[in-house]
């Protein structure tokens, strides 16, 4: 790729004033993260849950709130970070406003395969938060604002037992992760799922919704099967 001078000139100002993050918390960094996540020393940024640009000074504040306990009732509530290093959860966990009004882009929750407990306003007002990666997420509470104010949520693995859940301010959320909701196995089958209008026009192939124009004819195809889908097991589709 070809640089401009002033751009040439950008970088070497960088190269010349990049100075290597202390070896002590480099190895406590790697050590936290393990598999998820390490200091890239070819970059020099730190790495984490599909995140490869995290800074020196995001790192230290990611990991100020680290807990190996598995702790998390609260614990990131207001947290100006873009990721969290998972830990061990128990199965059951109480999650209440875990990660409420906290600038995460990306959370990993546990290094386990699933998390069953209360997620009352879990994620409540998190506006940057784009993915929840593994686990399966699991839970019967009222849902109405767990994801309230999740602008750019794209990507969620819920397993849902409860009556009504909530995505109606989520736009960006994806075809997998609703596909996930549907197919997942639950005890309780005829639940609503509330969406966002884009996400309505994609599951009916309303295409004078720009989102669903957008679309290609195999990709809204796909989308309108998962309302087929839904409605054999009993799932409801609704906006608002």
């Not at 750019?152 to 609703?178: A, M």
């Not at 609503?192 to 720009?210: E, F, M, R």
């Amino acid at each position: 790729m070809e640089v401009t001078p002033a751009q040439q000139a950008s970088i070497m100002e960088h190269d010349a004033s990049f100075v290597r993050p202390p070896r002590l918390f480099i190895d406590q960094w790697n050590a936290a993260c393990g598999k998820h996540g390490g200091y890239n020393s070819e970059t020099g940024y730190f790495e984490l849950n599909g995140l490869t640009d995290i800074t020196y000074e995001e790192a230290v504040k990611i990991y100020r709130f680290y807990s190996p306990t598995g702790y998390v009732r609260q614990q990131y509530w207001g947290a100006a970070i873009r990721t969290n290093i998972p830990c061990f959860l128990r199965d059951i966990e109480h999650l209440e406003s875990a990660f409420y009004a906290s600038s995460i882009e990306v959370i990993r929750l546990s290094r386990g395969s699933w998390i069953r407990g209360d997620f009352t306003h879990a994620f409540r007002s998190c506006s940057n938060l784009r993915k929840i990666l593994d686990p399966q997420l699991e839970f019967s509470t009222n849902s109405d604002r767990i994801f309230e104010d999740c602008g750019q949520l794209e990507e969620v693995r819920v397993k849902f037992t409860g009556k009504n859940i909530y995505f109606h301010q989520s736009p960006k959320l994806s075809l997998d992760s609703l596909r996930y909701l549907v197919s997942c196995e639950t005890y309780i089958k005829n639940f609503t799922a509330h969406v966002h209008p884009n996400t309505y026009a994609k599951l009916t192939g309303d295409t004078t919704n720009a989102a669903a124009a957008a679309l290609t004819e195999e990709e809204l195809a796909q989308w309108q099967q998962l309302l087929v889908d839904a409605a054999e097991k009993q799932i409801t589709f609704a906006t608002t």
